[in-house]
Structure formats: structure tokens, C-alpha cells
């Protein structure tokens, strides 16, 4: 059963401490993305990963990291600098731009809230 | 940079009715538009893909168009059903940006 999973669902995070979401994918696609969705809003590109190994900063990068190791999964870590991270993530796969129908697919999201 | 705007934010139709869901994009340089669905706390599900070359694409009671030139897009719904309660979203995913969406409510 093909897709993109994400996990937790839910994620707690306390002041000052970094926290990681998972998000694998098992399409082959080699573009990876991680959007934020606050309430009301559009969706805001964090990172994306065109390839294993590189990844570029998108709109709202600052107080977020990630890494690309293998093409199947995209980790982000949500450190202590981001200073209003609640909100909802989500993670998403595509073909690449090397394709001519580079259809986004994404998974089931992760609602991140600090106590 | 591409921008992309969806009017209204919410729309309230009865049951039955077609109906027509707006997406404005700034850069006619659009390489392709997506339109996506979004019920609450879950991700976002792919309608329809339009590729800049293309003009319309369908799929069942779902159609959607790109005209370029005048920088809009549109997601046709046909005769509506309570089950198509969601917000609808498009987006210019080669340049990853996103409108805010529409919140559509089909009332019985």
C-alpha cells in the first residue's frame, strides 16, 4: 500500500526542548517537502529535498532543521529558536521536477502544540 | 515570486447545486496547478493536476481549467453533495505555494 506516513500524530513539546517528526515515503518519488498550516491559513514551505543528500530552506525555515539521508524519508526537527512552532505539518512527496506531471502527494499530518 | 488567492473563504450551497470554486495566480509563467481537498486535522488529498499545457482536466463530477493568460483557475463541482463538505485548496506546487483555500458546506 503505497504512500506517505507521518508520525506522531500528536506531538507535546516544552519550552526550550527540540523535538523531530518522521515523515517516510514509499512512492520512489525524490522530492520531498514539509509545509506548515496554521488556522485559516495556506500552507508555508519550511524545507525541500529535490534529492538524497541536499535540501533547500523554503519561506520559514528559521528555527527548523532537517536532513535527507535516505530517499525514503525526510525528518524535520523542530528546535528550541522557533519560537511559535503550534501548528499543523505537514509532509509531502512528488516525482521531481525532472517530471513532466510532478503531482504533489501528502500524508496525514502532525499537529505539533507547546505547552 | 508566485502568488495565489482564493475567493471567498467560505461558500454554503444546498444540495444539488453546481458550483464553481475560484484560484488566482499572479505569475502566467505557471508550470502547473493542483487542486487539492482538505477535511479537518487531515491532510491534504489530490483532486487534479493541470499541466501548463493543458487547458481543463476531469475526474467523475469534478472538472478543473487554466487559463493563463488571465492568471485564474477554476474547480467545477457538479451536482453537490454533503459528502464534498471540505475545504478546497489549489496551488502552484512547482513553485510550492499554496492559496488559503475555500471552506465549501453542502447543506442537505
Known amino acids: 500500500d503505497g504512500g506517505i506516513t507521518q508520525s506522531p500524530k500528536y506531538l507535546f513539546r516544552k519550552e526550550g526542548q527540540n523535538v523531530t517528526l518522521s515523515c517516510e515515503q514509499n512512492?520512489?518519488?525524490?522530492?520531498m517537502y514539509w509545509y506548515r498550516q496554521d488556522p485559516g491559513q495556506g500552507l508555508r514551505l519550511i524545507y525541500y529535498s529535490q534529492i538524497v543528500n541536499d535540501f533547500q530552506k523554503g519561506d520559514i525555515a528559521e528555527g527548523y532543521s532537517v536532513s535527507r539521508e535516505k530517499k525514503e524519508s525526510f525528518p524535520l526537527t523542530v528546535t528550541s529558536a522557533q519560537k511559535n512552532p503550534t501548528a499543523f505539518y505537514l509532509c509531502a512527496s512528488s516525482p521531481g521536477r525532472r517530471s513532466s506531471y510532478n503531482e504533489q502527494f501528502f500524508g496525514p499530518g502532525t499537529r505539533l502544540t507547546v505547552l | 515570486k508566485q502568488e495565489v488567492t482564493q475567493i471567498p473563504a467560505a461558500l454554503s450551497v444546498p444540495e444539488g447545486e453546481n458550483l464553481v470554486l475560484n484560484c488566482s495566480f499572479t505569475?502566467?509563467?505557471?508550470?502547473?496547478l493542483q487542486w487539492f481537498r482538505q477535511d479537518p486535522g487531515k491532510g491534504l488529498t489530490s483532486l487534479l493536476l493541470?499541466?501548463?499545457?493543458?487547458r481543463e482536466q476531469t475526474s467523475g463530477r469534478l472538472n478543473a481549467s487554466l487559463d493563463k493568460s488571465s492568471g485564474r483557475s477554476t474547480l467545477y463541482i457538479a451536482a453537490s453533495q454533503p459528502g464534498d463538505s471540505a475545504t478546497y485548496l489549489c496551488a502552484s506546487t512547482h513553485d510550492m505555494r499554496f492559496g488559503a483555500g475555500t471552506r465549501l458546506t453542502v447543506k442537505p
Open positions: 493541470i499541466q501548463s499545457s493543458q
Open positions: 505569475d502566467s509563467a505557471i508550470y502547473n
Open positions: 512512492l520512489n518519488h525524490d522530492a
